[in-house]
C-alpha cells in the first residue's frame, strides 16, 4: 500500500451534466480522501472553484436544486454571443455570500485554478490568481450561447474546446496524482431526439471536437473517471437529480479504487 501523494481533481466541461460533480466530491469528503489541488474547465470550474472556496456540497446540492435556467440566462441581441452572462455571475456572487466563500482565488481553501480558450492567441490559458467570479466566467463561456469574456486585456471563450479535462493544470498546481473527471464520457451517443435545439446542435459539435483535441491530455491523468449519464441534458436542469446520482454512483467507485491504492 502506497502512502498518499498530493491529490488534485480535474473536474471537465460537460454544462448541467456537470452538477454530478457534487455527487463525486460528497463522497470524497464522507471518505476523508484529501484533496491537494482542483481544477475545472467550464462548470467543472465553477463546481471546483465553490467547494476549493470552502462551500459545502450540501449547499451547493440545495442551492442547484432552487435554481432555474431563467435566473441565470440573461439575454441580449447583438454583439459575440445572445447571453450577457450577467446574470449567472451575480447568481455565482450570490451562491458565494449564501456559502461564506470570499471571492478570491488566493483566499481559497484549496489550490484551485481554472483553463479558458485565449480567442487572441487561439491558445488555452491558465488562470490561477485573482477573483473567483471572474476566472469561472472566462471558463464558462460557451462560444455561440455566452458573449466572449474581456479579462486581463483579452477575450475569453469556454475552456472545453481546446482543454475539456484540465489535467495538465492540476499537475502545474503541484499535484502528484491527478484524478480527471470527465462528465461527458467519451461523446456519449445520442438519439435523433435529443438534438432537437439549436445549442443542442452546437454542444454536440463541441463536445465531438473538444475530445478529439483533449483526448490525450485526459489519458495524461493517473486515473480517469469517464462518466455514461444515460439520462441528461447538457442545457436543462432537468435532469439534476440524475446526475446527482450518478455522482454519487461513480463518487463510490474513485473512493474504493484510491483506498485500493493508498494508505488513508
Known amino acids: 500500500m502506497q502512502s498518499v501523494p498530493k491529490i488534485g481533481l480535474a473536474l471537465g466541461s460537460g454544462g448541467a451534466l456537470g452538477i454530478a460533480y457534487i455527487g463525486i466530491l460528497d463522497e470524497l469528503v464522507k471518505a476523508k480522501i484529501p484533496i491537494y489541488c482542483i481544477t475545472g474547465s467550464s462548470i467543472g470550474a465553477v463546481i471546483g472553484g465553490m467547494f476549493a472556496g470552502g462551500a459545502t456540497t450540501k449547499q451547493m446540492e440545495d442551492f442547484c436544486k432552487k435554481l432555474k435556467i431563467s435566473s441565470i440566462i440573461d439575454i441580449g441581441f447583438g454583439g459575440l ?4 452572462g450577467n446574470k449567472a455571475v451575480a447568481q455565482l456572487e450570490k451562491a458565494m455570500k449564501m456559502f461564506g466563500v470570499e471571492n478570491s482565488v488566493e483566499k481559497c481553501k484549496i489550490k484551485f485554478g481554472t483553463v479558458a480558450t485565449n480567442l487572441l492567441t487561439a491558445k488555452t490559458d491558465y488562470l490561477t490568481t485573482g477573483k473567483l467570479t471572474d476566472i469561472m466566467r472566462a471558463s464558462f463561456s460557451i462560444p455561440g450561447v455566452f458573449r466572449p469574456f474581456e479579462y486581463n486585456e483579452t477575450l475569453y471563450v469556454d475552456g472545453g474546446p481546446l482543454c475539456r479535462v484540465p489535467v495538465r493544470l492540476a499537475k502545474k498546481l503541484g499535484a502528484e496524482y491527478v484524478v480527471g473527471i470527465d462528465c461527458v464520457g467519451a461523446t456519449r451517443k445520442m438519439g435523433k431526439d435529443d438534438i432537437d435545439k439549436y445549442g443542442k446542435v452546437i454542444l454536440r459539435v463541441l463536445y465531438m471536437s ?11 491523468a493517473n486515473m480517469l473517471v469517464d462518466m455514461h449519464q444515460k439520462e441528461g441534458d447538457p442545457m436543462s436542469l432537468k435532469y439534476l437529480e440524475q446526475s446527482l446520482e450518478y455522482g454519487h454512483k461513480y463518487g463510490k467507485k474513485l473512493v474504493k479504487d484510491l483506498k485500493q491504492q493508498f494508505a488513508f
Not at 81 to 84: D, L, N, P, R, T
Not at 210 to 220: F, G, K, L, V
Open 81 to 84: 454571443g445572445s447571453v450577457k
Open 210 to 220: 473538444d475530445y478529439a483535441i483533449s483526448h490525450e491530455e485526459m489519458m495524461e
